[in-house]
């Protein structure tokens, strides 16, 4: 069965690290690629995604990510991070022959030291 | 952007009776709707894919009979947990689908809702 996996499950960082976030997924056709983030007490956003092109996705607030289909891996990275970053972070993917089921990952609380 | 609202945003019930949360799609119509489930600090897991004008998709070990979807119109669908228990108490999110162009196989999340069974 397809499966996503987060490897870290809580990551604590002071304010100014790097953060870089491991994805792997279970699936050997062509996949599209997401990460989401959840604050706390609101709702999920989209950070990113990738569909096809440059495997190197920019998005919202500083995060990028880097597909590496040989490693079947999705890392999510931001240079310098901040207080407010503070979050769960969820990476997803659906299967392109599946259209719209996405596969969630178990998540990473991120908790950013001020 | 792409809204989709729930209601409620929580609610507490008695054991035995039924609950139904309504997901609504703000600004833009939505064939698909999913509903997924979210434990305390774990991930959503999906339990179902709704289909506007047909019936739900359920995921393995998902009781349909206990869960039942009804998307009714391109912009609402809705759950209902029947004979609610304790352990039906969750998270319930649902997210929407817009059509396509720039947002094809993006979804879009509701705000969830907290159900408590008592």
């Known amino acids: 069965a397809q499966s996503v996996s987060q490897h870290n499950h809580h990551v604590i960082l002071s304010e100014a690290a790097s953060l870089e976030l491991g994805c792997n997924y279970s699936y050997g056709g062509t996949v599209n690629l997401f990460w989401y983030v959840q604050y706390p007490g609101q709702h999920l956003q989209l950070l990113l995604k990738y569909f096809s092109g440059d495997p190197l996705v920019k998005g919202i607030k500083g995060f990028e990510a880097e597909f590496i289909k040989s490693k079947f891996s999705f890392n999510l990275r931001k240079p310098s991070v901040q207080w407010s970053d503070t979050a769960e972070y969820f990476c997803?993917?659906?299967?392109?022959?599946?259209?719209?089921?996405?596969?969630f990952g178990s998540g990473t609380r991120l908790s950013i030291r001020p | 952007g792409a809204v989709v609202s729930q209601h409620p945003s929580w609610v507490i019930c008695k054991s035995g009776t039924s609950v139904k949360i309504e997901c609504r799609s703000l600004d833009f119509q939505a064939t698909t709707m999913f509903w997924y489930r979210q434990f305390p600090k774990q991930s959503l897991m999906l339990m179902a894919t709704?289909?506007?004008?047909?019936?739900?998709?359920?995921e393995q070990g998902v009781e349909k009979d206990k869960f039942l979807i009804n998307h009714a119109s391109l912009t609402l669908s809705t759950l209902t947990v029947t004979s609610a228990h304790p352990e039906d108490s969750s998270f319930y999110i649902c997210s929407a689908e817009p059509p396509g162009g720039e947002t094809y196989n993006e979804q879009f999340f509701g705000p969830g809702t907290r159900l408590t069974v008592l």
């Open positions: 997803a993917v659906a299967l392109y022959s599946s259209a719209s089921k996405i596969i």
């Open positions: 709704s289909n506007e004008g047909s019936k739900a998709t359920y």
